[in-house]
Structures are given as C-alpha cells and as structure tokens.
C-alpha cells in the first residue's frame, strides 16, 4: 500500500478513537464504514498495522508534546491528533520517508480539518525528522520502555511482581501475537467432535494440555469465524487463563450461581456448560448495551431460554436485590488490562498509578458484594486480567480481614503462585496465555 494510503487510514482511525474513546479495533470498523468492502489483503494490512501503532501510541503522543511549542498535544482535535499520530509514527518508527509522509499527513489534515492547519501540520513533521527518541529519557522513560514500547508506570508494575531475569521476555511477550484459543460448548457438541470439523473445514487445532475443553488454534487455512461450526455456536473464543475461571469454581449442575460482571459473556456461558445446563445463573452488568451484546451470544450458543437471567444494575447493589442466596459467585471485575496488551496493544497506555488505586476501590467493592451474595459455605471466585499487586493479592488480603472468608487452593497445572498464598497468576511468557490472576474464597 502507498504511505499516502496508509496515512489516509490510520488518521481517520485514530481520529474515530480519540473523539469516541473506543478501542482501536472498535474504531477501525466506525471509521472504514464497511471493511468488508475493502479488499480483504488491504484490510488485513490496515488492521496489523493499526496494532503495531498502537503499541507506541503513548510514545508518539509523548514525541508530539515534546515537539509543540505552544500549547500541548491534549489541546489539538482528534483529527488533528490522528494525523499527526500517524505522522509520527510513519517517520520514527516505521522508517516512512519524511517528505512522503509529510505530504501525506498535509493533505489529509486539510481534508478532516482545514486548509488552516496544513502550516501547523508541515511544521510539526519537520520537527519529527530530526527528532531524537532517546530525548523521552527525560520524561522517565527507560531503555526498556522505548525498545518494546511501554510506559514508565507499566514497568514499574512489572518489576513488582516479576524477577529481573524475566521482564524482558515477559515485555518482549506482551509485545507478540497472542495464542488463540477456542472453548467447545460441550452443551451442543463434545471435544473429539469439534476438532473433526474444524479441521475439515480448514482449521488445525490441538487440545490443550490443561483445560479439557479448550483448543488451541494452530493454522487457520480460512478465518474460524467463517467456519460452519463457529457459526452453530459449537466454540467461542476465549483466552486459556479466562477459561480456566469457571473449572476453578467447578459449579454443579443444579446449583444458583451469580455472575457479578458477566458481559461479554464468556464465563457465564461457560459455567452453564459445565453444569450441563441444568441450574440457574444469573448475569449481571451495569451496560445495557453489553447486556444486548450478550444476549445475542447467549441465541448464538443455544442457550435454553430462562437458564440464565440477565439484570442490567450496578453489581454492588445484587446483595440487596435477591431473594435467595448463591451457592457460587464469580467477580471478574473492571481492572487496568495490563495482562491483554496483546489483543488490545493500547491498553498499555491506560496503566496509570491514579487509575490503578481507582480500580482497586472498585474491586474491593465488588468483591464485597460477591462474598455478601454466596450462602455460607458458598464459593467465589476473583479474577482479573491484570497483575498489579493493588488489584489482585491487596484486594484479596482486605476481604480477608474484613470477612469471615477463607483463601481455598487454585488447583491448575499451569501458572505460579501468587502473592498471597493459594492464589494463581499467569503470563504470557511462561504460559502462552494473558497476564492473569485467579483467586478461590470460601464463605465460613
């Protein structure tokens, strides 16, 4: 594709993403209308592309506000953000001729902005092709930061939880593509069953050593999602620490069990799975329109209707709210994603200190009326997708001395221990799945 193609693309991407503050990929469908009308190779190219910028978004916005001189890169508009993002990265990271580039980032900001800016914009790129990376060194940023892409904060948490020997494989890992997975839904199909279809209809995978209804996807001669038996809702894809969640709660057919934060649905439908669809659960999100999502997944997976109960409501307020007490409880709760940099690269930028302790208070919260819903001898299960220790084992240790819980053994064959003892975390490097952390407490 031509530089001025790409430029073109990605501005309009990211100026989508910083006027909605959706994701990178939500955003690269809002802005390309219908990507399905673009040649699919092109597309494919437009989509990594967009995931390798996103690991070094906070770099090139760092690079944008050390080179404005008046004002700051957070004052500018998101189409002008998006350009010159673009423009930065093209220049100093994938090594895009400067006066291509430039011309490029011009004409684009006078189609999304106006004919005003094209001064500002051919200023600012002169700048960046004489721009020197290692300047960001004053900024805090460390030789680690600026080779694999991450911000001073987001080491720091790393270099809390891990030995030194292994943050650079660990960084090294967030930085590849993730290993992708498929939970069957043994409601409707058996492991061996799935395997033979998928691999008659393209799609190679092998049995995961660990969790008995997972497979690992190992060549996809076409998409899965084209796939007939994606489409029968035989799989869902799922991470494996993700999918480990519920065999760690190992709920029972028969039993009531509550969901604290359930959409996008994965672990619940998962937990009826292992139930063998008998039982009740009940789903619970604060977003109507993930709740909506959900109930498509729910149709598409063949879920029995009135087995499991959706309830759009602050979760913190379920204890209140029911009318019998669970057998078991999961809390999955909102949390900083340091662990899913590899599906959501921009993620990584989000990793602040002041958001890591407002996460924190939240979980707490949420872990509170977890414990508050389950019977006494009942379960819950706390799980996050990340691993700073305020999130994970801190949360952990305060409903223990709060509540009249007891921490139970997270009995997998993959993963370490934990912070606290009995807890289970994961990582990329060393287990070939996301950062995680699963914790199993019992109410006394």
Known sequence: MKASEIVSMLARILAEHYRSGVSLKESFYRALDDPFSIPSHKARAI?????????????????????????SFEDLGPELKGVLVTAADEMLF??????????????????????????????ICFDLEEYDVDR????????????????????????????????????????????????????LADVDEVRERLAEEGVLTEPDEHISDLLRVVEEEVPIVRTETWKE?????????????????????????????AAPGGKTLHVLCLMEGEGEILAVDKSDWRLDAMRE???????????????????????????????????????????????????????TKKRVR?????QSELLEAAVKTVRPGGIVVYSTCTLTINENENVIRRAVRR??????????????RGLVPRTRRFYPHTDRCQGFFIAKLRKN
């Open 297 to 351: 997944k729910l149709a598409w997976q063949h879920v029995p209707d009135g087995v499991v109960k959706l309830r759009c409501t602050d979760a913190r307020e379920i204890p209140e709210e029911l009318d019998e007490e669970a057998d078991r409880a999961i809390v999955d709760p909102p949390c900083s994603g340091m662990g899913s940099v590899q599906k959501r690269p921009e993620t990584r930028w989000n990793v």
């Open 136 to 187: 960001l060194k004053r900024r805090g940023y460390d030789d680690l930061c600026l080779q694999y892409y991450f911000p001073p904060d987001f080491v720091d948490y790393v270099r809390r939880v891990l030995p030194e020997d292994e943050i650079e494989d660990f960084l090294r890992a967030c930085n590849e593509p993730a290993v992708k997975y498929v939970r069957v839904n043994t409601l």
């Open 47 to 71: 989509h990594r592309r967009l995931m390798e910028l996103g690991k070094r978004l906070g770099l090139c916005e760092e690079i944008l506000d050390d080179v404005i001189q008046s004002g």
């Open 94 to 123: 994938e090594g895009t001729s400067p006066a291509l580039v430039t011309d490029a980032a011009t004409r684009i900001a006078k189609e999304l902005v106006n004919d005003k800016v094209a001064d500002f914009v051919h200023a």
């Open 233 to 261: 809702g035989l799989v869902f894809t799922q991470d494996k620490a993700s999918a480990a969640v519920a065999h760690v709660l190992d709920p029972q057919p028969g039993e009531f069990v509550v969901d604290l934060c």
């Open 403 to 416: 509540y009249d819980i007891t921490i139970e053994e997270v009995n997998l064959q993959f993963g370490r």
């Open 358 to 362: 407002r996460y924190a208070k939240l």
